[in-house]
């Protein structure tokens, strides 16, 4: 019976396995509607040329493609175009950083698709295993034109964009692979007239194109939303740009285009900053734009303290980095995307030569959430030098290895406000940069022949969630890097293809206080109120009642009818200031008189006689400030999270005690999820591989993450299995011997019963004898 009993202990075990497996993979193997995981390695890209006869017929696209397996498996890549395989790559085989450029020429886009139309078709590329890959857009001619930016595979792409574009000839391209409807909110800097404003309708495995390239549009796209009911990706810029605000008539002809972020991944504080190792003079633009109303931004460097406000969703602050300060840090109180702008100074003189000038370069910056831990690229060109910048905290090092697994050291690192500084290097062919800590990484060149910049890498995950919101919540329930931004109405308000999934709290509207009774006519007195006490907002009710009263009286307002007496209030006395005020708590009063008035209209004194208020109104009248850690019109909130006391009228802090975050509204936000320290600036992830158990010194927590359970389970369950097997073996033997026992007994009795009988015989056949 063991043997037999081993067998079915063993199937047992693999059948036990195989479930926990399965129900392991269902459960943490898709995270469906509730996260998204945003990389710039993946297995899927379309890209495209912009839809211009002229780009089309002389640009061609470079694609730098670096694979993520880290054992040398050979990643073949295959690009198509109008269903058709044009081109195959193999990686892995010849470089030890995996690497492998392919040229896709415009002359591959079929005839028809020359002239300028709104659906085109893009280039898919498709590997085998994860690659990275940056994409460079070059003019066939001459290599004058250039553009580039770091491609988002399609498993990160979103539901909703918002983008950002230069002055003239702009142009908007979305991509889909599947047949959907998006929705476009159109922002143009100047008029400008287009079929595809509001809803779109896209198709599979093509390519919406709004485009002004052809058109004399001089403004810009800033601003724009688009939003679809399935992922799409969106790529945006200009098919050239020029040299703005310059008097000279000459201009650059040099395109600009980006591959954007969901507004998911918009985050609260990036780095901006300034190459110094290039020796041709060009100025840093930062163009930071809004998604939410009354978006607070501060621009913080070593020697200066900027605070902006941007009233409105989707409008814009710009500023240009000054002097030789080292990287900026810009914070906010709501989720921003910034774009980084390189241009050159303008023209001294029309005689230089207009082809020996450097055109334009745009990035995104990353919010420093998304930075990652290693980035690897390749350049299009051995022949082309560019320039990597490093954005790391001070205290981690960074390895950069060439394509040799040789180290390369900065030429120059700048500090900025801590704890954060810039290293750049150059760079020529192959490279790879990792670290233990999260860093940022850009590539870009400035120079006679080509002008650009991108990201070289990101990482984000997402955690949404998706159910039903409670008005007002504070979270994004939608996944759109909004919130409690739609109104509940039972429509499709905000256009995202949800309804009432993150909506704002209604506020019924109020009646405020009755006016003076005046005279409507000769026997006639009227009054009114307003309902703006509050006003109704999200869908709130109107306020019930009149606005309006009307009584009848003798004689209103006639000169030759007696004029009784009213009564009105006098002004009021001064505050009385003259007792001490320590903590700003004690009351104080002033006091007003109902003097009598010979008037034929009016009514008599309402409302109190007295009114009492804290101290603190004594400083604040009298132009002194609030007490320590206190701020307000009347002093009336605190900041005791500030490090140092905030200032007096907004609230905003130099930093935040450990524990708690967002100076900008005295730290009364506390540190988040994976969040510790001093303004929630370290990681519970990279100190304890988890949350933590508090949020000012990080203490860590045993944690008991599912695969710890699963592991748990995979020793106990095989040793309980084996023991309740065991158990009921040992239960059968007994059951058996009983069985046995039972027969035996049941034998042994009838044996003695007929012993008895022959004994009971015996005597009476002896007597017989």
Known sequence: MLPKLGRSLLNEM???IFAWSLLFLVKFGDTGDSGLQIRHNGTTFLILIPNLPYLQRRSFINLCM??????????????????????????????????????????NIKENSRVSSWRIEPFIITSRYPIFLSVFVFDFADYSSTASFQALPMESWGRSYVIVTLNQHSSLHIMTIRAQEAWVELKCSTSCSTPHNGSVQLFSMRAVTISFCTERFTGNLTGTKITAQNPIGVIAGNCW????????????????????????????????????????????????????????????????????????????????????????????????????????????????????????????????????????????????????????????????????????????????????????????????????????????????????????????????????????????????????????????????FFVDEDVKKKINGEWSKWEVWHCANDTHQTRERYCNSPEPEHGGNMCQGTSKETIFVNLCGAITALKPNFSVWSQWSEWDCSIPCNDGTQLIQRLRQCVTVDTAYGQHCVGKKGDIRPCSICKENSGGVCASFHWGEACEKECYNCQDPCSKQEGICSGCKAGYKNFL???????????????????????????????????????????????????????YTMLYALTKHKQSLIVDEQSTYSKFSSTTSRTTSSLTGLRKQSPKKLNRN
């Open 241 to 496: 740009s020029v040299t703005e605000n310059c008097k000279s008539v000459a201009a650059i002809k040099d395109m600009a285009l980006e591959m954007f972020l969901p507004t998911i991944s918009f985050g609260k504080e990036f780095i901006t900053f300034k190459v110094y190792s290039i020796r041709f003079q060009y100025e840093v633009e930062n163009l930071i734009v809004s998604v939410t109303d009354n978006t607070r931004v501060a621009i913080i460097s070593r020697r200066s303290f900027v605070r902006v406000t941007i009233p409105k969703a989707g409008d814009t602050h710009s500023f240009s980095l000054q002097g030789q300060d080292g990287p900026e840090i810009i914070t906010s109180n709501h989720p921003i995307q910034v774009m980084q702008i390189l241009r050159p100074y303008c023209l001294k003189s029309a005689a230089i030569n207009i082809n020996h000038y450097n055109g334009v370069a745009l990035s995104l910056l990353l919010p420093t959430n998304m930075y990652f831990n290693f980035y690897t690229w390749s350049l299009p060109n051995p022949r082309f030098s560019a320039t990597m910048v490093i954005i790391k905290q001070i205290g981690f090092e960074v390895e950069v290895l060439d394509e040799n697994q040789t180290t390369i050291d900065s030429t120059t690192w700048k500090a900025g406000k801590e704890p954060w500084q810039v290293g750049e290097f150059k760079i020529h062919k192959q490279y790879q940069a990792s670290s233990e800590s999260l860093f940022g990484c850009y590539v870009l060149d400035i120079d006679i022949w080509i002008t650009y910049m991108h990201m070289a890498g990101y990482s984000l995950n997402v955690e949404c969630n998706t159910s039903k919101s409670e008005p007002s919540d504070n979270i994004d329930n939608d996944c759109d890097g909004l919130i409690d931004e739609e109104i509940e109405d039972g429509r499709d308000s905000d256009h995202d």
């Open 665 to 719: 509204n005295a730290c009364e936000e506390a540190c988040g999820w994976n969040e510790y320290g001093e303004n929630c600036k370290l990681s519970c992830m990279e100190k304890c591989g988890a949350d933590c158990g508090e949020r000012m010194f990080g203490t860590c927590l045993v944690s008991f993450s599912p695969l710890y359970i699963l592991m748990f389970l995979f020793l106990i369950l095989p040793i």
């Open 66 to 107: 670096t694979s993520t397996v880290t054992r040398k498996l050979e990643n073949k890549v295959e690009v198509s175009y109008d269903g058709k395989l044009i081109d195959v790559a193999y990686i892995g085989s010849h470089s030890s950083l995996q690497t492998e450029n392919l040229k896709l020429y415009g002359h």
């Open 14 to 16: 693999c059948y036990l």
